[in-house]
């Protein structure tokens, strides 16, 4: 007998209200790629290099969201 595995319903970013995604990376390739990526799927994305960046826009306009990079050159990405 094939015992089904049950998993939770999956949700979808129109789910949410707040579509807002920060993506937080000094390597600038890497965060141009997928921020077209995640625009593509419909986030509102705003950019940052560095923690302080980071912690300007999160102190101005919280992101539902956020991709961050542990290790940047001024700090933790965790701070943020």
């Given amino acids: 007998m094939n015992a089904q595995k049950k ?3 999956q949700l979808n970013l129109s789910d949410f209200s707040d579509k807002s995604l920060l993506i ?4 600038d390739p890497l965060r141009g790629r997928l921020s077209r990526a ?3 799927k419909g986030f ?3 950019e940052a290099k560095t923690v302080a ?3 300007q826009i999160v102190q101005n306009t919280p992101p539902g969201f956020a ?3 542990l290790r940047l050159e001024d700090g933790n990405g965790l701070d943020v």
């Fill in 38 to 40: 995640m625009e593509k």
């Fill in 24 to 27: 937080l990376d000094d390597d």
């Fill in 44 to 46: 509102e994305v705003k």
């Fill in 7 to 9: 998993y939770p319903e």
């Fill in 67 to 69: 991709v961050v990079d």
């Fill in 53 to 55: 960046e980071g912690l």
